[in-house]
């Protein structure tokens, strides 16, 4: 083969890959806007005629006749297409995000959330971070919406606008720790254990873009040695994160320790490249007020945030539904 082969080859393999994206996005488009028609058709039969469940069985017997080779078409998955198109304008379902999310994904939708600005939100955010189906769902029972950008933060302060603009919207408050099991001890270390047993759910509730580094991590500064609690590296800020966990009720003279470990971090492991690195106390309980005056006297970036095992409030009526079980929807379903 000649010298340029190899060239050749790259080109037009990724020009197959890039086709292959595009065509499984335009099926997974054409699909939902089909459900879509399809629900809008049994909606206004239904208004004209007003009949009922019987007729949606017969045209689920009948469909899978006229199209034995196709699935998607039981009788639960006909009535999700009618709330579908009972609930979006047309306008939207032709847009970005809810054009790019597969159908699994908007069934979550429909049966977890019932306010359609909600509904927006998830939808754009699980486009944005390509979330599975399992982690939409587990994002919207955690309530991920009410918690984004919540940290009480120094950011505005000391960062440039669009860096902590990003900045803050990556951090959440509170944290939600459901995969762990706390004693009544309130140990520190028995939380950092447990998190880094759990580093895959751990980065989930993190969010994008950050990378488990270490624990327990060794510092020495000016001969003296000190331990940062997590370290974290966050690939869309180009930063370190120093992550210090803490049981009790926060106190302003942590932040100082958090201090010196960030500068530290920035000195001995930090890329000319890399932009400062960014604290981030995660407490038991928090005062607000008190959190924020005592940021006002630290120019590096530091989040102060709490932490939760659970939900423990009781949530309000469109997170209390649940989905169908997964093997029944994959094999009612099909279509992924």
């Known amino acids: 083969m000649p010298d340029w082969y190899p060239d050749m080859l790259a080109s037009v393999a990724d020009r197959v890959s890039t086709g292959r994206v595009r065509a499984v996005a335009a099926v ?31 045209l689920s017997a009948d469909l899978r006749d006229t199209f034995p080779s196709a699935k998607g078409f039981s009788p639960r998955n006909l009535k999700y297409m009618r709330v579908f198109g009972e609930v979006w304008p047309r306008d939207s379902i032709v847009q970005a995000p809810l054009a790019q999310l597969p159908w699994y994904h908007h069934i979550a939708l429909l049966e977890k959330l019932s306010d359609p600005e909600t509904r927006l939100w998830y939808a754009a955010a699980a486009v944005e971070h390509g979330w599975s189906r399992n982690v939409l769902v587990h994002q919207i029972e955690t309530r991920l919406h009410e918690r984004s950008g919540q940290a009480i933060s120094n950011f505005k302060a000391v960062l440039p606008a669009t860096d902590s603009d990003l900045l803050q919207q990556t951090m959440k408050d509170p944290y939600i720790f459901d995969f762990v099991a706390i004693t009544d001890r309130h140990n520190e270390a028995e939380l950092e254990s447990q998190l880094v047993d759990h580093v895959e759910k751990f980065l989930l509730e993190l969010g994008q873009g950050f990378a488990f580094v270490g624990r327990q991590v060794r510092l020495v500064v000016g001969g003296d040695e000190f331990i940062a609690d997590l370290l974290f590296y966050n690939f869309r800020l180009r930063s370190f994160v120093v992550v210090e966990l803490k049981a009790g009720k926060f106190d302003p003279g942590f ?19 890399d932009k400062p690195t960014i604290g981030l106390l995660r407490r038991k309980t928090k005062n607000n007020v008190v959190a924020e005056y005592a940021l006002r006297g630290y120019s590096a970036p530091i989040g102060v945030a709490e932490w939760k095992t659970q939900i423990v409030d009781s949530p309000p009526e469109e997170f209390t539904s649940s989905l169908p079980g997964v093997e029944l929807l994959e094999a009612e379903l099909g279509d992924r």
């Open 28 to 58: 997974n488009r054409e699909l939902v806007a089909t459900y879509w028609k399809v629900g809008k058709e049994i909606l206004g039969r239904q208004s004209q005629e007003g009949w009922g469940a019987k007729v949606i069985d017969r």
């Open 255 to 273: 932040l100082g320790q958090l201090g010196l470990y960030m500068a530290a971090v920035d000195d001995l492991m930090g890329h000319p490249d």
